[in-house]
């Protein structure tokens, strides 16, 4: 986990100028906006409206889900972004905790967000961290990741400005997605005009059901269709 501690201090030191880039919460960004929105609405559809932001940084995006109408609390590895959410949006939950370990129940939450806060997992911790939004999802439950995306068939590690960082194909993104108990079934790429030649990829997927002796069924739109 040393790359968790390098990314909780690299965090811790940049709270104040990281929560003054992102305080438009995306007025810049309409695609993402536009994800947010619809990942939103979907949430609302499905009844559960508890909704964790993880990697929520200053919670801006936690704020935006409330004021979209969802039930929703952000989580965070660094304690001084964790803090300073408190102070800034004082009537939501902020905590400090690691994605691979939520402090949630099983099945409990209709939606998670993961805006770019996957990005600085390692490709071999990435399977066991997208098992535990699966776990804390309940069954048709929502999970919209936003990462850098990339051509190729590897995830590319990168000098991001605050800790390194990796970019990954988006088709094999959606299959660790998949791989993990998810359904995937809406994405959009963008080319952000970034100075690193990334895409800006958003992908949307739903839990699927467990079913005897531990395996998935895909619950897609309109459709079960067994592993």
């Not at 936003?146 to 051509?151: A, L, Q």
């Not at 194909?169 to 791989?179: G, H, I, K, Q």
Request: aromatic content about 8%; charged content about 20%; glycine content about 10%.
């Amino acid at each position: 986990m040393e790359h968790q501690d390098e990314t909780r201090a690299a965090y811790d030191g940049v709270v104040e100028l990281y929560a003054s880039l992102f305080a438009d919460r995306l007025e810049t960004q309409p695609f993402a906006r536009a994800m947010i929105g619809t990942f939103a609405e979907l949430v609302r559809g499905t009844g559960n409206l508890r909704t964790a932001d993880v990697g929520c940084g200053p919670g801006h995006l936690t704020a935006m889900l409330h004021e979209l109408g969802l039930d929703a609390f952000g989580l965070d590895l660094s304690p001084a972004m964790v803090d300073h959410a408190r102070r800034a949006h004082p009537a939501l939950r902020f905590d400090e905790a690691r994605m691979e370990a939520l402090p949630v129940e099983d099945g409990a939450l209709g939606g998670v967000l993961a805006h770019y806060s996957m990005i600085h997992t390692p490709p071999g911790e990435l399977p066991a961290l997208l098992a535990e939004q699966v776990r804390a999802l309940a069954p048709g439950g929502l999970l919209l990741v936003s990462f850098f995306g990339t051509d190729g068939s590897d995830p590319i590690r990168f000098d991001h400005k605050v800790t390194p960082a990796y970019s990954w194909p988006v088709n094999r993104f959606a299959e660790l997605l998949a791989d993990a108990g998810l359904v995937p079934f809406a994405r959009l790429l963008h080319d952000p005009a970034s100075e690193r030649g990334f895409l800006d990829a958003h992908v949307m997927a739903r839990r699927g059901q467990v079913v005897s002796g531990g395996s998935w069924n895909r619950l897609g739109v309109g459709e079960v269709v067994p592993r």
